[in-house]
């Protein structure tokens, strides 16, 4: 690992100002996945600003929602009493991901911000405009089978390997950032981007800014959810393909759904359409069966994840009854 | 005083004019410990806003199965080298250096963790428990006997990792089946497969009730 320069501030506003001043410098939380990527030169920050000093890891109700704190870790989400009464989807998520060691290390904050699995991004010795802007795409005609099938460019096929994201992205969350020019709060729909050509930039945070908390509103989602995630071993994997269902149901019929996929795109993939098509509807396979169709139109595969294409619609229809089917 | 490690003698201590450094170094060591707590307080408060440089060394604090150690390490060095290279602590193990594997887990405050992504100046003023913190002196811990009584390992690498894993598995109330207990294990690579015998051995320790 190379070196760099270590500074604990106690009080946001240092922490912020020392990112600020430092394009070459990266906040550290859980570490999870920066030390992973500085270890093998993918990421070689000249500073690491370690916030966990910061008291940012609280988990409380906040104005007819849930706020948490950018530093909860994974685990404590996962199993706090408020996460599994109100948004059971959320803790789904995190417990799909990682192991229980890393879970205890990584944070909300950091997860939200990981950086794609795509082995070209990885591998230095490869191609990656992620990586390093203007050097070529090796993903897109090498080996893709892990790669996007929505929201790609001819730039980068990469998909964002968050669990949790995809849960916050159907919950309709916020992410409350806090900058050198103040705080602001993102919609979840809107922190990340689809890569176009910029794919370096995975999400819409600006130089300096700290995310400090994701706020979820209040649903009726706190008994029809389902997370489904599939992938190559039964845990410790990342997804080949995820969907996050919800559903408000009353008396079979579709008040309202909540649909994202993980695994198909830059960013956490809501399914809006789908979700509308749902409303109104018999909760049945043959519903699930066309809100899959209607979610899968813009879908294109590569040449080795044409897999996809299939493993997507009947894993939509998988998690809305296994969502349905909740006593 | 008694279980005050003064960090790691320098590398070259053998020699006669680092044997002085050393002395002062341990004397500076011994003054810190004895100044009073607040004024100790107020100096580390006033390093952490500091920046440390590249390579230089910052101050580190740990508790390490029970032993309390005045470090000093260079920012990038991990906790799992930390223990190994430093401490001399290789029971845990580097298996891919990357979190993948498991291999390196030790308990930080009480929770399980992947030392190798750890670094460990992060890990200032806390407890550390390694595979050799485990045993009550030749007592072997419930946890290794059990390893040992169902053969739950083949050539032994993981086994450090397996078994701080399966500790804090059990203590986090995570062991009640079969199921579970794989889910939550799935963080430990066994190459060797010994797979079944560690979750035999896991339930053994649970439904035997003996405090983990």
Request: hydrophobic share 40%.
């Amino acid at each position: 690992m190379n070196q760099f320069q270590y500074v604990r501030p106690t009080k946001q506003k240092a922490a912020i100002d020392a990112l600020a001043k430092d394009t070459s410098a990266q906040f550290i939380a859980g570490g999870t996945n920066l030390v992973d990527l500085m270890k093998r030169g993918v990421m070689n920050p000249q500073k690491l600003v370690d916030i966990n000093k910061l008291p940012l890891n609280k988990i409380e109700k906040e104005n007819g929602g849930l706020r948490i704190g950018a530093l909860a870790s994974n685990k404590a989400v996962a199993e706090d009493k408020l996460v599994l009464e109100k948004q059971p989807l959320l803790a789904q998520a995190l417990v799909a991901g990682a192991s229980a060691q890393l879970r205890n290390m990584a944070t909300v904050g950091g997860n939200m911000l990981q950086r794609t699995r795509c082995y070209y991004f990885y591998d230095t010795a490869m191609p990656c405009n992620k990586r390093e802007p203007g050097s070529g795409c090796g993903a897109l005609e090498g080996i893709n089978r892990m790669h996007a099938i929505f929201g790609f460019s001819d730039k980068c096929i990469a998909v964002h390997p968050s669990d949790m994201s995809v849960a916050l992205a159907a919950l309709d969350a916020t992410v409350l950032v806090s900058g050198p020019r103040g705080d602001r709060r993102i919609p979840f729909a809107d922190f990340h981007r689809l890569p176009g050509d910029t794919p370096q930039k995975d999400t819409n945070l600006e130089q300096g800014e700290l995310i400090t908390a994701v706020d979820i509103p209040d649903g009726p989602f706190t008994k029809n959810v389902h997370y489904l995630k599939v992938r190559e071993r039964a845990s410790y994997a990342f997804a080949l393909l995820s969907v996050a269902a919800a559903l408000h149901l009353d008396n079979g019929t579709i008040k309202d759904a909540r649909l994202a996929m993980g695994g198909v795109a830059h960013k956490p993939w809501r399914l809006n359409e789908a979700e509308k098509f749902l409303v109104g509807k018999p909760a049945t396979e043959e519903t699930f069966r066309q809100a899959a169709a209607i979610a899968m139109r813009d879908a294109k595969a590569f040449k080795h994840n044409a897999y996809k294409l299939k493993l997507g619609p009947n894993s939509i229809v998988q998690a809305l009854k296994n969502a349905t089917a909740v006593a | 005083m008694a279980d005050e490690k003064p960090g790691t003698p320098p590398e070259n201590a053998g020699h006669d004019g680092n044997r002085r450094d050393f002395l002062k170094k341990s004397t500076l060591l011994t003054a810190v410990a004895l100044t009073p707590g607040p004024v100790v307080h107020a100096a580390e408060a006033a390093w952490d806003e500091k920046v440390a440089a590249a390579f230089e060394k910052v101050p580190l604090k740990l508790e390490v199965n029970g032993v309390k150690h005045k470090l000093s390490v260079e920012p990038r060095t991990t906790l799992l080298d930390l223990l190994r290279e430093q401490l001399h602590l290789t029971g845990t193990k580097k298996g891919c250096d990357y979190g993948q594997c498991g291999a390196c887990t030790v308990h930080v405050d009480g929770e399980r963790v992947n030392s190798c992504l750890r670094l460990a100046v992060m890990e200032d003023g806390k407890k550390v428990t390694t595979i050799e913190g485990l045993a009550n002196g030749d007592k072997l811990h419930p946890m290794q006997e059990a390893f040992v009584k169902h053969d739950g390992f083949q050539c032994g690498y993981c086994t450090p990792g397996q078994i701080m894993s399966a500790v804090a598995c059990i203590r986090e109330g995570h062991a009640g089946s079969e199921g579970e207990i794989k889910e939550y294990m799935s963080g430990n690579i066994c190459r060797c497969g010994a797979y079944s015998n560690i979750v035999a051995a896991i339930q053994d320790v649970k439904n035997g009730g003996q405090k983990v």
